[in-house]
């Protein structure tokens, strides 16, 4: 509370100096002391993480590409030896999105995927699979990220599409080969909390297992929740849902649709994270068929054929649009955010509904450097005017789905155009932008932290979209 750090990520990812018994009974002692101070206290018992990527120093003039190229290896993490710090260690090498985070990050990884698909760097795709499994089998979840106070809490399923992109290149095997995973990851999602029964139906929220402050945002966390109605271990409770969703944070959250004290996450059933679930369903399928067993796969695909009809039925408006459902109230979510996507990408949506996505997509989210999050602007980074890589590419793909090349392509290139600008400005990519603005001016806003450089999923969903575009 007292803020010896700017952020208040750094102190949950130092490293002790000495025992934590030590360092206990020399804080006991010292601050009697009427000389004390905390600040020197924590200097001297701990060491303040490094970031990589600060010392790494870009070349703007250098094409977007070779940039690219070399930051594989600036992200890149050998398998972790470091003990007794919040960090998990992980058997294989991995790559971090950069800044601030420091270790691997679930749903990020994913989309840096992509970049590593089209950089040909498929053993460090397979790497970064076998650390998932890993965490599956060692704590029956893959957690936000690989800390110990990430563990109460996952990320957007996407574990099953790393699966998908690793068979592209493995073949049929991989879905053999990760089965128990996808199962394991299929278990956290439905035998607790996050399943949530409805009328003929089950579908799921994001429901992160504390009720006290984020760890990692533990000040920010504590002022907030004075400002909200709710009992506190109900608002961080909703919090920590939040950053489950990675979407952290958004007006599709909020009650009144403007304020973060109004979080109501876990009555919220939202229409991305259904979609991730019905891809894990039907790869949970593939897996089975592929394995030899065609009653497992049949039971699999029927629970993906069910989840398809309960997010039609659930989480469609009256104009033929995809927004979250709240269980609590038994209504739709006034919020209009591009998770409306989702359902396109995984070929859910109707070709009625499609048509009446594209159309709003065109006319109220397209802004000159991409899609934008949401339509609010609320000073929260997953709304307006932020533009965010994964959810560019969701969007791209999925209108590409449904035969609307040209919005898709109008997208991909105002995207690619944006990252080009801002990097020849700054010589950095950054993690999210201002798509209303361009160049040096679009660095986005919001959030809890300044904005970071690197950057994991910006680097792989830029060079993707460039290569299916062949834009240089």
Not at 28 to 54: C, I, M, Y
Not at 63 to 82: E, F, Y
Not at 130 to 157: E, M, V
């Amino acid at each position: 509370m007292q803020r010896i750090y700017t952020d208040g990520k750094t102190f949950v990812d130092v490293a002790p100096l000495k025992t934590p018994s030590e360092i206990n009974s020399a804080y006991t002692q010292a601050r009697r002391r009427a000389d004390f101070s905390l600040a020197d206290f924590v200097k001297q018992n701990f060491r303040e993480p490094g970031e990589a990527t600060n010392l790494f120093k870009s070349d703007a003039r250098q094409s977007l590409r070779k940039h690219i190229d070399t930051l594989w290896q600036v992200l890149q993490r050998n398998p972790d030896t470091i003990k007794n710090t919040s960090l998990i260690p992980l058997p294989h090498p991995y790559l971090v999105p950069g800044g601030r985070f420091r270790e691997v990050y679930y749903w990020d990884s994913y989309f840096t995927m992509l970049g590593l698909q089209e950089a040909g760097k498929y053993n460090v795709i397979e790497n970064m699979v076998d650390n998932f499994a890993w965490l599956l089998d060692n704590y029956g979840l893959i957690p936000n990220g690989n800390r110990t106070y990430y563990l109460t809490r996952s990320q957007p399923p996407f574990f099953s599409l790393m699966v998908e992109l690793l068979a592209k290149h493995k073949g049929n095997a991989a879905y053999i080969k990760y089965q128990p995973q996808l199962l394991k990851e299929y278990s956290f999602w439905m035998d607790g909390p996050q399943a949530v029964k409805l009328k003929g139906a089950v579908l799921n929220r994001y429901y992160d297992a504390g009720d006290y402050p984020r760890e990692e945002s533990y000040r920010e966390d504590v002022l907030e929740a004075r400002k909200s109605k709710q009992n506190a271990a109900a608002f961080y409770r909703n919090i920590r849902s939040a950053a489950e969703s990675g979407w952290d944070f958004s007006s599709r959250w909020f009650a009144d649709g403007e304020h973060l004290s109004t979080i109501q996450t876990t009555d919220i059933i939202p229409v991305d994270l259904n979609c991730l679930l019905y891809n894990l369903e039907v790869v949970i399928a593939k897996a089975y068929l592929n394995a030899g067993s065609k009653q497992q796969s049949a039971i699999y695909n029927k629970k993906a054929d069910e989840r398809k009809s309960a997010i039609l039925k659930y989480c469609v408006n009256a104009d033929g649009v995809f927004v979250d459902y709240n269980f609590k109230t038994g209504r739709l979510s006034k919020q209009i955010t591009i998770a409306m996507a989702f359902p396109l990408y995984f070929k859910l949506a109707t070709t009625t509904q499609a048509r009446k996505t594209a159309a709003l997509i065109q006319n109220k989210f397209l802004k000159a450097g991409g899609v934008a999050t949401s339509l609010k602007h609320t000073g929260q980074q997953w709304d307006a005017p932020n533009g965010w890589a994964p959810l560019q590419y969701i969007t791209i793909v999925g209108l590409k789905n449904y035969g609307f090349d040209s919005l898709s392509k109008t997208i991909a290139v105002h995207w690619v155009k944006q990252n080009s600008i801002a990097y020849k400005e700054t010589g950095k990519l950054l993690e999210k932008y201002n798509i209303e603005l361009q160049g040096q001016a679009a660095k986005a806003g919001g959030g809890e932290y300044p904005l970071q450089d690197g950057f994991g999923w910006t680097n792989g969903v830029l060079l993707k979209l460039m290569n299916m575009y062949n834009i240089k």
